[in-house]
């Protein structure tokens, strides 16, 4: 293994070194020198903060005027983030240097995963991946504060720093690689940090499926290729014609299969319009040997609610909520969700249609070295027929390979025009695809860049990720009450008894909606309809409830969706309520506790058991980490979290009802952030059962996913998780486990929300200490950060509430009331649960590493804006903070914070130069910009970016 250290520390001074280049030519000597100052200053005060004189560095920040600030804050935050890429490469080269090593599974790899679980039968294995289905859903929240722009220029200093890092490079090169890195740096820094504009949904969507189509897209295939080798999943997954529809299997498919014959014949269309082009068998058109398919005629089962690879799909997919989230939202609604869909099937088209392009170069078979199925002989008859004003550029007649994908790709131009002759759904390129694979005569060829391909068909299909919907019980219950009388002036059960009736009396509406909030609800709704008349049964992967207290939430929008539904012109489902899972996602501690008799009377009612049955027998339910924090602080959130999932899946095993958990996971640790491997395992035992769905959130998408092979590396490390947690789950937690865990909720509740909720001081403290008013001027979303007009906690949305933290740095809904709890447990107890519980473990490692993060000695600076009272409360503060660094460090048995993770101390501390400066001039900025100062504003803005890029976890 290389010397982390020491590579790290080359690259950063590389890094440095170059940025300190551009700026003496694009600012003066005197301005870079001013710059370096302040950082090796900020190192002194970490180092040494006994002998070095603080006033200094603030003193130095208050001479400089707001104007002469904006460039400095610029020139620390691209700092930070070139510090990011450092580490990114840091993480590539020690990847690569495990695979060079070949020193056994590396940590948290689907090889470890296989030899952990290699103590099993094979038919034990072999169930549970049967059942493998990860959701990764990427959201439009606002917490990514970088700009598309700079984004960008930071991809290409991120290649460069890879290319500079090949020993093989001379000399010559190497100066020109640095030059052209220089160059990228400084336009760059020509650049502006901070959008002109707020982000509109559309730029969210673009954003979005820039992440699958730069990095995840390529990604998918080697993690498959990967589960395959190590575990014996099918690859390509599940070589069927069948499963994953036009954006991978909706929600629900997260249970049992079921399946269909669709009569597909070998020279026609199937009844449902897939084109089997002589579909060669039931499990795909070849033998690992590639072998010749069965005879022409023979019929195929396409699985319509399968699981899994085994169910003709990829065992991981992705969902987006950009375009989709209207929760809270003005700015989104059907033109959006219609405009995203459209989006999503060009850049699916585009992807599919550029590899098909590579392939045909590639694939020069003659018809006389390969044996060619003569279900491939009639599929290019049939082409030939249908397409005869098709061309071919450099394929000659004995070249059947290139001569197919030739008419597969003019098929897919055709679909993304809508036009005649086109595919109309992704299981038809599936199939011509795969009678491809039966002619390929070779293991090798059949599984390699054709087996890419058909895994990247099943696992993107034709919409890239499905689109997820979601809206608030508010504005759901509302549209409701303007459609049936009386509904307003019910009680809850008055309310269900309402909603059965509509739900088992005919479809439609029978009046006009005049309520103008109403009907946008009512047209957000009837959106899913139309995008599954337009896009197919998987394009909606799932219709979220915010703020889901009560059954009528649920029912309510059952009602909605099957009456707008109906309404449809002309009839264009097949089905008067849409198969489309209703996920209810709870969100507050009191919620969570009250979801499995939520749940209970939802299974009860007869019209949504009824749907349930629909959808495979299948209940997503969403859980809200964020919400839960807010209300009731970490520990209680966690908790809560953990005995909601164990009552609802007692509840679903009662029922038959296969349930899977959708974890609403943000970047920070209030917000459930941190490593998806550690958090996967330390679910309650029959949690995950093979089935996940996780949020990508912000600005985790970039540090999840910056490279491919890094993006392989993230993915492998959620889905060994999820292998592990299936057929390895952890033990159940011992009684004194849970009594403890009992007893730490019900006082770090009660300490928490007296600050939070129960001081009139608070709200004054938490907008004078934190640049949260200036938050809503960063454009950094199309979402208000805030709920309604009010400024107290409770109308504060979760994600900027934990950014506001962020940016002063204290980090409070990470550990404030911890301390207290853990107090006046019993220490060997609790050393104990770390020792033996994964679940309290995880709660023990995400608040080490908050606290470390968290730096009350630059925080104090910000008290400095806040009035005398409400500052008051900074002495409960850092006493609360003092306690539970002391009670962590005694658990632990350690003199320091992450001590025992060495590596991530480093890398976490190593950037505090930076940020420190930073954290100063905030405090200096955020003063003038209130007392009027308007050259202050813009470098403010910066510094909430720059501090951003640092902390690495925003909200």
């Known amino acids: 293994m290389p010397d982390a250290p020491s590579t790290l520390d080359r690259d950063t001074a590389l890094l440095e070194r170059l940025l300190g280049s551009v700026l003496v030519e694009q600012e003066g000597r005197a301005f870079r020198e001013r710059v370096f100052w302040l950082r090796d200053k900020a190192a002194q005060l970490r180092a040494d903060p006994e002998g070095t004189d603080a006033e200094e560095l603030v003193d130095a920040i208050r001479r400089l005027s707001s104007s002469q600030l904006g460039p400095i804050v610029r020139a620390c935050s691209m700092s930070l983030q070139l510090s990011n890429i450092a580490e990114e490469l840091e993480r590539l080269r020690r990847r690569r240097a495990h695979d060079a090593d070949d020193q056994g599974p590396q940590r948290e790899s689907l090889a470890a995963a296989a030899a952990t679980t290699a103590g099993l039968s094979r038919d034990e294995r072999a169930r549970a991946l049967a059942d493998l289905d990860v959701a990764l859903v990427m959201t439009a929240h606002p917490t990514e504060a970088t700009r598309r722009s700079i984004f960008d220029h930071q991809q290409r200093a991120w290649a460069l720093m890879e290319t500079l890092d090949d020993p093989r490079i001379g000399p010559t090169r190497r100066r020109t690689f640095e030059d052209e890195l220089r160059e990228t740096l400084t336009v760059w820094w020509q650049t502006d940090d901070v959008r002109a504009r707020r982000p509109r949904p559309d730029d969210e969507v673009r954003r979005t499926l820039l992440h699958v189509e730069g990095v995840l897209y390529d990604a998918v295939p080697d993690l498959l290729l990967e589960l395959s080798r190590t575990l014996g999943v099918a690859w390509p997954p599940a070589d069927t014609a069948g499963g994953s529809g036009d954006a991978g299997s909706s929600a629900a498919t997260a249970t049992g299969s079921s399946s269909v014959t669709t009569g597909a014949t070998a020279g026609g269309a199937t009844a449902g319009g897939a084109r089997a082009g002589g579909a060669t068998s039931a499990t795909g058109a070849t033998s690992a040997a590639g072998t010749p398919g069965t005879a022409s005629g023979a019929r195929r089962t396409v699985p319509t609610a399968g699981t899994g690879a085994a169910a003709g799909r990829a065992p991981i997919r992705f969902g987006s909520w950009a375009g989709g989230d209207m929760d809270g939202n003005p700015n989104v609604g059907p033109d959006t969700i219609a405009a995203s869909l459209q989006r999503h099937r060009r850049t699916a088209l585009r992807l599919l249609g550029e590899r098909v392009d590579r392939l045909a170069v590639h694939f020069s078979q003659a018809d006389d070295r390969v044996f060619v199925t003569d279900d491939l002989k009639r599929s290019i008859e049939r082409d030939e027929r249908e397409l005869p004003r098709v061309t071919f550029q450099g394929a000659s007649a004995n070249e059947p390979f290139r001569r197919k994908l030739t008419f597969i790709a003019a098929r897919l131009e055709r679909a993304a025009q809508r036009g005649e002759g086109g595919y109309e759904r992704v299981e038809e390129l599936i199939a011509d695809l795969s009678l491809l694979r039966a002619s390929c005569s070779s293991t090798l060829v059949a599984h390699g860049r054709i087996a890419r391909l058909l895994a990247q068909a099943r696992t993107f299909g034709f919409l890239v990720a499905a689109l997820d919907v979601r809206q608030s019980a508010g504005p759901l219950q509302h549209a409701t009450a303007a459609l049936i009388d009386g509904y307003a002036d019910e009680d809850e059960a008055g309310r269900q008894r309402l909603l059965v009736e509509a739900l088992e009396g005919p479809p439609g509406f029978a009046r006009e909606v005049d309520d103008e909030d109403a009907a946008t609800t009512i047209a957000g709704i009837a959106a899913v309809g139309r995008a599954i008349a337009d896009h197919g049964p998987h394009a909606i992967g799932r219709l ?115 349930v899977r958990f959708f974890h609403g996971r943000g970047g920070s640790t209030s917000r459930g952030g941190g490593p998806h491997h550690r958090a996967i395992l330390s679910q309650p035992p029959g949690s995950v059962r093979g089935r996940i769905a996780i949020t990508e959130q912000g600005e985790t998408l970039s540090q999840r996913y910056p490279h491919p092979e890094l993006a392989v590396r993230s993915l492998e490390q959620t889905v060994s998780a999820v292998v592990l947690a299936t057929l390895t789950p952890p033990a159940e937690p011992a009684p004194a486990y849970r009594a403890a865990l009992d007893e730490l909720t019900t006082v770090s509740r009660e300490t928490y929300r007296a600050l939070v909720f129960d001081d009139e001081r608070f709200p004054r403290l938490l907008h004078q200490a934190a640049p949260l008013a200036e938050l809503s001027e960063m454009n950094i979303g199309s979402r208000p950060a805030k709920r309604g007009g009010t400024t107290g906690v409770d109308g504060l949305r979760a994600i900027p509430w934990v950014f506001a933290w962020m940016q002063n740095r204290i980090l409070l809904p990470a550990w404030y009331g911890t301390g207290t709890a853990l107090e006046q447990g019993d220490r060997e107890l609790q050393r104990e649960m770390v020792e033996r519980w994964p679940f309290f473990r995880t709660i023990l490692s995400m608040l080490e590493m908050s606290l470390f993060k968290s730096d009350l000695g630059v925080a104090e600076r910000y008290l400095e804006l806040v009035d005398p009272d409400a500052r008051e409360l900074w002495t409960p503060i850092r006493e609360e903070h003092a306690r539970v660094q002391r009670v962590v460090l005694e658990i632990r048995g350690t003199p320091k914070l992450l001590d025992a993770t060495p590596a991530l101390q480093r890398r976490l501390a190593h950037r505090n130069p930076w940020i420190d400066p930073l954290s100063h001039i905030q405090v200096a900025l955020l003063r003038r910009s209130r007392d009027g100062d308007e050259d202050a504003h813009g470098p403010l803005l910066s510094t909430i970016g720059g501090i951003a890029a640092g902390m690495r976890n925003t909200g």
């Open 544 to 658: 979220i409830i915010a703020m889901a207290r009560q059954p009528s939430d649920v029912l309510c929008t059952q009602f909605l969706l099957r009456h707008t539904a109906a309404d449809l012109d002309g009839g264009a489902l097949p089905h008067d309520t849409p198969a489309v899972p209703i996920v209810p996602l709870f969100e507050t501690v009191d919620d969570l506790a009250a979801a499995e008799a939520t749940m209970g009377d939802l299974y009860a009612t007869a019209p949504y058991a009824d749907h349930v049955e629909r959808c495979g027998g299948a209940q997503e339910i969403m859980l809200g980490y964020s919400d839960s924090a807010k209300d009731g602080g970490f520990i209680a959130s966690q908790w809560g979290l953990y005995g909601a999932q164990e009552r609802l899946v007692a509840q679903a095993d009662e029922q038959g009802i296969a």
